[in-house]
């Protein structure tokens, strides 16, 4: 296999005009205790090392999940989300196993691949998780390898998640057969709805085919039409009314990569129309879901049509929004957003999936090998060449070392107070833990953002177009 990542660089300043960075909030003392990571860090050292768990944790899977979707490391056995495999790890890790320079284990993977993966299955399977991780890994896979047969593996499945689209308003059904194309689940979300329009638009592109890319424009377009006076979008919606079923506004689970989506959107494709709905979109997060509190700054819940305050709650999946920020040009907030979630990490020296930012108290304590906190810290690490994300970094890599490491794999934690373990290894902890951790040691050299953006599973799609 001829591997051209070589060629495939991915640069963080992006050609496109950025959006203007929305109004900083006041600027209260952050309570971050970074330890410095000095001149004396040896980065290159760093990346071998993670470049050494990475194929660890892959060779875990390869012994003991092959064929399968998940690792389940501790009784060393695999994990389906369905009657049959998707071979979910494999398509999410490819890119990783080529960015890292694991090309052994690459050409495995993507031989697996394209030798087993198949669509025409009785299987109900959910729409999101599908796209940004097998649509997603196959569209990176195919532009890193350049083989045929992951495009036209991603067309294929492309075409059988068509039908979720079929709903009155255009937004889609959670559930799709990917046999027989009958659709179930009405009540969404907008990360559900809002998450597709970089998978299939890639798709669209391509292939020619417009209709990926028109279908996923329409679902989100229709939701942003939805959202309050406000601009907020709730946090359940049914796509068949079109109307909300839970007006509780965040940016965390549920709804987080909708924005996310809307800025990586027009960043890929330039759509004009994207930029607006994002431009709004911050604006109304910025105004109403942000608070100083406990001496830094969160975005909590509130009620979509009043704005009131409904929760202090924060958690590992906002963790993604330093990102984003930093993308969209706002690296001051971003850099606050991320000490904030340095110190959620820290509470117990390893992230909680939930606290009461109020209180500072935990209140989920799992740890399910997250990496929004890592790639937030890399995109800073890039846009401000400072080393204190270096620092953080490394406390993410020894703390998963000491805590989630096992002899087969690495696995969840069941709770972050006993650092209990769980016994599954996640496909996005290859697809975006250690992909992140790995960018933040490694050269910038690695990565061309001025025309490449990542899915929200961390797999790059470069703009050929
Ligand atoms: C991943 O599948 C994606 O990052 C998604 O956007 C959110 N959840 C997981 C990782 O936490």
Redesign the pocket.
């Known amino acids: 296999m001829k591997l051209l990542f070589s060629g495939f660089v991915v640069l963080l300043a992006c050609s496109q005009p950025r959006p203007t960075a929305s109004t900083a909030a006041p600027v209260a003392p952050a309570q971050v205790r970074v330890p410095a990571a000095g001149p004396g860090m040896d980065r290159e050292a760093m990346a071998r090392r993670v470049r050494e768990e990475t194929r660890a944790a892959w060779n875990a899977y390869a012994k003991y999940a092959w064929g399968h979707d998940e690792l389940r490391p501790l009784s060393h056995a695999p994990r389906d989300w369905y009657r049959e495999s998707l071979l979910i790890t494999p398509v999410d890790a490819l890119d990783t196993l080529v960015m890292l320079g694991l090309t052994d284990e690459a050409v495995a993977a993507r031989a697996l691949i394209v030798e087993k993966l198949a669509f025409d299955k009785d299987i109900e399977v959910k729409n999101f ?1 599908i796209v ?2 097998v649509l997603g890994g196959l569209l990176s896979g195919f532009q890193l390898t350049g083989d045929p047969h992951l495009l036209a593996l991603a067309d294929d499945l492309g075409t059988r998640l068509l039908p979720v689209f079929g709903s009155p308003t255009g937004m889609p059904y959670m559930f799709v057969n990917l046999k027989t194309g009958k659709v179930s689940g009405a009540k969404s979300n907008p ?1 559900e709805i809002g ?1 597709l329009i970089l998978e299939f638009g890639t798709l669209s592109k391509l292939t020619g085919k417009p209709v990926y890319f028109d279908k996923a424009k329409r679902a989100v377009t229709e939701l942003y039409a939805r959202r309050s006076k406000l601009g907020l979008v709730g946090e359940e919606i049914d796509v068949e009314t079109g109307q909300w079923l839970s007006p509780t506004s965040h940016i965390g ?1 549920g709804i ?2 909708y924005y ?1 989506y809307l800025l990586k959107g027009w960043l890929l494709f330039g759509d004009e129309d994207l930029a607006r709905m994002w431009r709004d979109g911050v604006a109304a997060i910025n105004e109403h879901l942000a608070q100083e509190a406990s001496g830094g700054l969160w975005y909590g819940e509130v009620d979509m049509t009043t704005g009131k305050v409904t929760a202090t709650a924060f958690g ?2 906002q963790a ?1 929004l330093p990102a984003v920020f930093v993308l969209g040009g706002d690296v001051e907030r971003a850099r606050r957003l991320e000490d904030s979630c340095f110190r959620m990490w820290q509470l117990r020296g390893i992230e909680p999936e939930a606290i009461d930012y109020s209180t500072m108290t935990i209140t989920q304590d799992g740890y ?5 906190i890592i ?1 937030s810290a890399w995109y800073l690490r890039r846009a401000t060449q400072d080393p204190q994300y270096l620092a953080m970094g490394k406390a993410f890599f020894d703390a998963l070392v000491t805590h989630a490491r096992t002899p087969d794999g690495y696995t969840v934690l069941k709770s972050v107070e006993t650092m209990a373990q769980g016994d599954l290894m ?3 902890f290859l ?2 833990s250690l992909k992140y951790l790995y960018f933040i040691f490694a050269p910038d050299t690695v990565v061309d953002l001025d025309h490449v953006v990542f899915n ?3 797999h790059p799609l470069r703009r050929t177009w």
């Open positions: 998780e940004i991780r990360a998450t689970g987080d990569s996310e590992s999946l993604f399910p090998l997250r990496p929004e790639e996640p496909s996005y697809a975006e929200t599973e961390a």
